[in-house]
């Protein structure tokens, strides 16, 4: 068998079972492309050894009987999970050094169903950024280039690393993060499939925390069917996450019929944005047309607060950024700064948290101090709050008009440059205008490929669905897929 | 809302992260346009409006409060920058 490594998760599953391939074979072939493709900045952590063992294993296993679909499957995890034995550092020198004692809840569930990991992936600082520019291991590169011009453009952020390195076929799968977008923006700008699902559905125990009410992991694959495989691997109740929610994780997968006859897909008239480019238009009415075509019922909504969603979410998200961070002082993991004499302990904490945080997210680190501190904790945090509220009655309003899912663009643009100057960070914020209504509402959102624009370039649509209905939003994003056909692939230059 | 330097200095030190003094005024710009963007949230009708707690209504677990865990101070420790006798060890903290 040729091209292992550009297997689907559905694909390599079948090949298992029937012996075609082991997964040794399938792990060998991942680290070689991933040894050949340091250019592209995406797995920032090798552990090929731990690979190697856990592909052996698996081996065994799928031999007796016992196989998972995610039995032998090789995949890479976004270095915001705190992994055993294997640094995990959310892409911050504040972390340098640090190796948990501990397996995460979604990376022990994916272990435990049989994955192999071949590594950590590159990712923004703690999860603060839409570019990948703010890691401390350096960018990520996205695989694809506008034609034959070689400017470096981003994979997306937070989650690029994972992006970059399932569209450049290093792995099968990876897994992500979304706080703001950050599955669903760099899913779309390298062409591949990205699921963020209800907030409460994959526990964030032992996930490096950045807002918690906002954070939720999800897969990062190559299609649907496979997002739906992998996202049923990771969710569950889990009782170290006071948050995670109790309920019966249904077979996803089975739930890919593609009939999507006489279910509501809204157009939310907000979501038309001034100066947003032609191909985002045509693409999203094309989307509109595709779903129509399958039978679907297309009605024009209204989301009325959708314009304050991103400044809510840069009062929300900096505010628990602000409380999470704390805990990175010097004293218990990590970097600590070299004191000079005399120093003290407030003089330890200030030099660590400079020298340990990159600019940005010292940035928010500083903006949640000032909305939470004493006076502004009303006029800022509380509105932010009551906002939140607003939005969220916006989904449930149209949902209560019998809207099953939502469709709107993924991103406001397809994938941008690398070291573009951005000099005012509320530029670099606009990323997320589409996806973030979605964080603060809790909904479940997947970012399906379903074109490319005058350059070559993917772009994707969100499909946004009821809350805790991730299989029905799956299947009409599989309906979609279908209809969309996308089947483009960059070009090997690395 | 324009952010002054004085501001920005006493902002720093709440986050206790050290930031000197010439780096201060294009901080106190940035925070200055941050603040300026999310001033739009002034326009909202909020009156009435419950502040949200939480995103999806569910009622907290509870458990028996018990020892569930513990005696690893090995493993609680063997990431500490410097640790001693057992403890996290930090500059003279009491005079």
């Known amino acids: 068998m040729t091209d292992l490594t550009k297997l689907k998760i559905s694909e390599a599953r079948d090949a298992l079972r029937k012996g075609d ?118 960018n990520a590169i996205n695989p694809w280039r ?38 669903r923006q760099p899913a779309a700008f390298t062409g591949i499939t990205g699921i963020k699902p209800t907030y409460g559905r994959c526990s964030r125990w032992g996930i490096v925390a950045f807002a918690s009410s906002l954070d939720q992991a999800g897969p990062m694959t190559k299609d649907v069917r496979d997002a739906a495989i992998m996202l049923e691997a990771m969710c569950g109740h889990d009782p170290k996450d006071s948050t995670s929610a109790d309920l019966a994780v249904p077979n996803f997968e089975a739930m890919l019929t593609g009939d999507i006859k006489g279910k509501t897909i809204g157009i939310p008239r907000e979501y038309r944005m001034d100066g947003m480019p032609d191909e985002i238009e045509t693409l999203w009415s094309e989307g509109r047309r595709m779903l129509e075509d399958a039978g679907a019922v297309i009605k024009d909504i209204s989301l009325p607060h959708t314009k304050y969603a991103l400044p809510a979410y840069y009062v929300i998200a900096p505010a628990e950024a602000s409380s999470n961070l704390a805990r990175y002082d010097g004293v218990r993991y990590g970097h600590r700064a070299k004191l000079a004499q005399g120093d003290g302990i407030t003089e330890m904490y ?83 205008v589409f996806t973030v209504t979605v964080n603060l509402a809790g909904l479940p959102g997947i970012s399906v490929p379903t074109g490319l624009d005058s350059q070559g370039l993917p772009l994707g649509l969100q499909l946004i669905g009821r809350p805790w209905e991730e299989g029905d939003l799956l299947n009409t994003a599989y309906a979609l897929e279908q209809a969309a056909g996308f089947v483009a692939k960059p070009n090997q230059w690395w | 809302m324009s952010i002054d330097i004085e501001t920005a200095a006493r902002v720093a030190k709440l986050a206790r992260i050290r930031v000197e003094d010439d780096a201060l005024p294009s901080l106190a710009q940035e925070f200055s346009n941050i603040l300026g963007f999310i001033e739009q949230l002034n ?46 060890a930090v500059p003279k903290v009491v005079e």
């Open chain 1, 146 to 183: 506008r034609g034959n011009d070689d400017t470096a453009l981003t994979p997306g952020g937070s989650s690029g690393g994972s992006a970059s390195a399932v569209a450049a076929d290093l792995c099968l799968a990876a897994t992500g993060t979304d706080t703001g977008g950050s599955i």
């Open chain 2, 43 to 88: 326009e909202v009708d909020v009156e009435g409006v419950e502040p949200m707690v939480s995103v999806e209504p569910m009622r907290l677990k509870r458990r028996q409060d018990v020892v569930t865990d513990g005696g690893m101070q090995d493993k609680v420790l063997a990431n500490a920058p410097d640790a001693r006798e057992g403890f996290f």
């Open chain 1, 21 to 138: 391939v082991t997964s040794v074979e399938l792990t060998e072939a991942c680290l070689a492309a991933i040894d050949k493709a340091d250019a592209l900045g995406a797995f920032v952590h090798k552990t090929p050894e731990a690979a190697m063992g856990q592909a052996k294993s698996a081996d065994t296993r799928i031999k007796a009987g016992d196989a998972p679909d995610l039995c032998g499957i090789p995949l890479g995890i976004k270095d915001l999970f705190c992994t055993k034995g294997v640094p995990s550092q959310a892409a911050s020198a504040i972390l340098n050094g640090f190796k948990p004692e501990y397996e995460s809840t979604v990376t022990s569930q994916l272990f435990d169903a049989g994955a192999v990991m071949l590594g950590k992936l590159n990712m923004d600082e703690f999860a603060m950024g839409s570019s990948n520019e703010t890691s401390t291991y350096g």
């Open chain 1, 350 to 432: 200030e030099k660590t948290r400079a020298e340990g945080f990159g600019p940005e997210v010292q940035r928010r680190v500083m903006v949640g101090t000032y909305v939470l501190s004493a006076g502004f904790y009303d006029a800022y945090y509380n509105r932010a709050r009551k906002v939140r509220t607003l939005i969220k009655k916006d989904f449930e309003d149209v949902f209560a008009q019998g809207v099953d899912a939502i469709l709107t663009p993924a991103t406001p643009s397809s994938a941008f440059e690398l070291g573009k100057e951005v000099s005012d960070p509320v530029e670099m914020y606009l990323n997320d």
